[in-house]
């Protein structure tokens, strides 16, 4: 099915160590983002892709980063995991980027992660 | 700046009743709004969306208007199922700088048989 997939579903990590997410999508879509989701806090961004060759901060970017591979990739990085860092982290694309475009984005289904 | 405000949950309601989630915003002009629904273990999923002032978006049963007048872009299902139960999110897509949809905090809804 056509869609946006991440790897992996659930990761436990040890505070300090490292890990890549990763997230294919095969719409052709232009711009790629990495939220978190935690309870109360509704989603924050924490990066973005509006084009293959471009990355851009979010909101909560800090202990990330990420690396638009192509068109089709846009993987994060957790360099030193934090217990902060636990949190549930999706993935979206959108078709273009641009001001006053009516695309949604079309979301995968997460990546739980725990850092203990 | 651009902000989404809903309702707070959790909604708790029995099945067949009638649902409202309210939504507003603040936005300069006319930016396109989303509602988006989260299912338990999933990611999220675009329910219904409106591009311009009055339009209606619906799917699934459900419906929301844009109002400009308001700001706002309430959701509606006259009859829901315990099927419905999620997280709602209501979002907006800003007509000026960055295309990053904001977002609400969502909304847990649980219909109880």
């Known amino acids: 099915n056509a869609g946006v997939t991440q790897t992996p579903k659930f990761q436990v990590l040890k505070t300090g160590q490292s890990m890549t997410l990763q997230c294919a999508q095969d719409?052709?879509?232009?711009?790629m983002y990495w939220y978190r989701q935690d309870p109360g806090m509704g989603l924050r961004l924490i990066y973005y892709s509006a084009s293959e060759g471009t990355t851009d901060k979010g909101e909560v970017p800090n202990g990330y980063n990420v690396s638009r591979l192509n068109k089709r990739e846009f993987s994060l990085r957790l360099e030193s995991a934090a217990p902060s860092q636990t949190s549930v982290y999706f993935c979206?694309?959108?078709?273009?980027w641009g001001p006053g475009l009516s695309y949604g984005y079309t979301f995968g289904s997460g990546t739980r992660l725990t850092v203990v | 700046g651009n902000s989404v405000t809903q309702m707070e949950g959790p909604v708790t309601l029995s099945e067949e009743a009638f649902l409202t989630i309210n939504c507003t915003y603040t936005a300069t002009g006319y930016p396109s709004l989303f509602w988006y629904v989260q299912y338990p273990g999933e990611g999220l999923q675009l329910l219904l969306k409106a591009t311009k002032a009055d339009d209606k978006g619906s799917n699934k049963g459900f419906e929301a208007t844009y109002r400009k007048e308001t700001t706002s872009f309430h959701l509606e299902k006259g009859s829901v199922q315990v099927s419905d139960s999620a997280v709602y999110f209501c979002?907006?897509?800003?007509?000026?700088?960055?295309?990053?949809?904001?977002f609400g905090q969502g909304t847990r809804l649980t219909i109880n048989p």
């Open positions: 719409m052709n879509h232009n711009s």
């Open positions: 979206a694309s959108s078709e273009a």
């Open positions: 979002a907006l897509s800003p007509i000026q700088g960055a295309q990053k949809l904001v």
